[in-house]
């Protein structure tokens, strides 16, 4: 058995050769995963998995609008299908979905959301014919029966299902291939990457506003830049950050996934709460911290890469910037982070 950086296992059980040849046999392949972006880019291992165990398939990807461009570009999927994901109000659109489903006629589905909507989507297609269907809706053909399932962190979850399916290994999430020209921007380096939104609905998982305005002090102090990045409706508290601390950039609602994966490539380090930008920053090769609260276990959801680490306490009040620096300058040896730029 494999294993990632983390000694955590990754790939086949023993007794399984990781060498297995590829199927051949499934010529059309869907693989539906919706969101959000945390656990889509913990699907980006799995997928790659796919791609290699069918390599002469046409594959499709079932998502949501706002991941459609990093799978196409992620060369894993040969189309992109966005679900507008219909209420139980809305038959019409039930019945298009279904329609469009039958008329692929699919040979296998890898549902790597596993939630009662793609669930949903198996039971759809009755009265058949089914393609096989590896997931955990009743009567798939590649059931991931493991009762203790929801207990095992998202990549190790998905690399046993996949597993279950005949696919015998499954790489980290690499994001290598996502780039863009990040000149526009205009960010000087040494650059640190900063996080600090989240779910808007569980404020627990968030570092007080205040103290991540005291890292970027801390930050420019020593002659690194701090780059502010989430999505539009962190503005507030992205902009509150920035009117703190002038040496800051502020790139709220600027950033796409592809921006991101390659300012991650340009950063001597990142840091952010438990939120979807920091496993796409630690799957880029990014130094990650990330910030852990009682409100969700890192053994179950923390990103994994080449150089990452967990802060974890409780009540996130009580994190010290202090120890957050700390934890930078472990991980993050591309700059000498605590001492002033003018000083050996």
């Given at each position: 058995?494999?294993?990632?950086?983390?000694?955590?296992?990754?790939?086949?059980?023993?007794?399984?050769?990781?060498?297995?040849?590829?199927?051949?046999?499934?010529?059309?392949?869907?693989?539906?995963?919706?969101?959000?972006?945390?656990?889509?880019?913990?699907?980006?291992?799995?997928?790659?998995?796919?791609r290699h165990h069918h390599p002469n398939a046409h594959i499709t990807a079932l998502t949501t609008a706002p991941y459609e461009m990093l799978l196409r570009a992620s060369g894993y999927v040969?189309?992109?299908?966005?679900?507008?994901?219909?209420?139980?109000?809305?038959?019409?659109?039930?019945?298009?979905?279904?329609?469009?489903?039958?008329?692929?006629?699919?040979?296998?589905?890898?549902?790597?959301?596993?939630?009662?909507?793609?669930?949903?989507?198996?039971?759809?297609?009755?009265?058949?014919?089914?393609?096989?269907?590896?997931?955990?809706?009743?009567?798939?053909?590649?059931?991931?029966?493991?009762?203790?399932?929801?207990?095992?962190?998202?990549?190790?979850?998905?690399?046993?299902?996949?597993?279950?399916?005949?696919?015998?290994?499954?790489?980290?999430?690499?994001?290598?291939?996502?780039?863009?020209?990040?000149?526009?921007?205009?960010?000087?380096?040494?650059?640190?990457?900063?996080?600090?939104?989240?779910?808007?609905?569980?404020?627990?998982?968030?570092?007080?506003?205040?103290?991540?305005?005291?890292?970027?002090?801390?930050?420019?102090?020593i002659g690194v830049t701090p780059v502010l990045i989430g999505a539009t409706a962190e503005s507030g508290l992205l902009s509150a950050i920035a009117a703190t601390c002038p040496g800051a950039?502020?790139?709220?609602?600027?950033?796409?996934?592809?921006?991101?994966?390659?300012?991650?490539?340009?950063?001597?380090?990142?840091?952010?709460?438990?939120?979807?930008?920091?496993?796409?920053?630690?799957?880029?090769?990014?130094?990650?911290?990330?910030?852990?609260?009682?409100?969700?276990?890192?053994?179950?959801?923390?990103?994994?890469?080449?150089?990452?680490?967990?802060?974890?306490?409780?009540?996130?009040?009580?994190?010290?910037?202090?120890?957050?620096?700390?934890?930078?300058?472990?991980?993050?040896?591309?700059?000498?982070?605590?001492?002033?730029?003018?000083?050996?």
């Amino acid at each position: 058995m494999t294993q990632d950086p983390s000694g955590q296992p990754v790939g086949s059980p023993t007794g399984h050769s990781d060498n297995a040849p590829a199927d051949p046999a499934p010529n059309k392949v869907l693989i539906i995963k919706l969101g959000a972006l945390g656990d889509m880019v913990q699907s980006l291992g799995p997928m790659a998995a796919i791609r290699h165990h069918h390599p002469n398939a046409h594959i499709t990807a079932l998502t949501t609008a706002p991941y459609e461009m990093l799978l196409r570009a992620s060369g894993y999927v040969d189309d992109v299908w966005l679900d507008t994901k219909p209420r139980w109000f809305q038959p019409g659109r039930w019945n298009d979905l279904r329609s469009r489903l039958h008329a692929a006629e699919f040979h296998r589905v890898y549902d790597l959301q596993t939630s009662d909507r793609s669930s949903f989507y198996h039971h759809l297609l009755w009265p058949g014919p089914f393609p096989e269907w590896s997931g955990i809706a009743r009567g798939c053909s590649h059931p991931h029966a493991n009762p203790e399932r929801d207990t095992l962190h998202t990549i190790d979850r998905q690399s046993e299902q996949l597993f279950d399916a005949g696919i015998p290994q499954v790489p980290l999430p690499d994001l290598s291939w996502a780039d863009s020209d990040t000149r526009r921007f205009d960010v000087s380096e040494p650059l640190c990457l900063i996080a600090p939104g989240g779910a808007p609905h569980r404020p627990a998982k968030r570092w007080p506003s205040e103290h991540f305005a005291a890292l970027a002090h801390t930050l420019t102090d020593i002659g690194v830049t701090p780059v502010l990045i989430g999505a539009t409706a962190e503005s507030g508290l992205l902009s509150a950050i920035a009117a703190t601390c002038p040496g800051a950039r502020n790139l709220c609602g600027e950033t796409s996934f592809l921006d991101l994966a390659a300012l991650a490539r340009r950063a001597a380090g990142a840091v952010g709460n438990d939120t979807g930008p920091m496993h796409l920053l630690a799957a880029a090769g990014c130094p990650c911290t990330v910030l852990f609260s009682g409100e969700s276990d890192p053994v179950l959801c923390a990103p994994r890469g080449l150089s990452v680490t967990f802060l974890r306490q409780p009540d996130l009040r009580s994190l010290a910037v202090s120890d957050v620096m700390a934890s930078l300058r472990e991980i993050a040896p591309g700059i000498q982070l605590g001492v002033p730029p003018d000083q050996p």
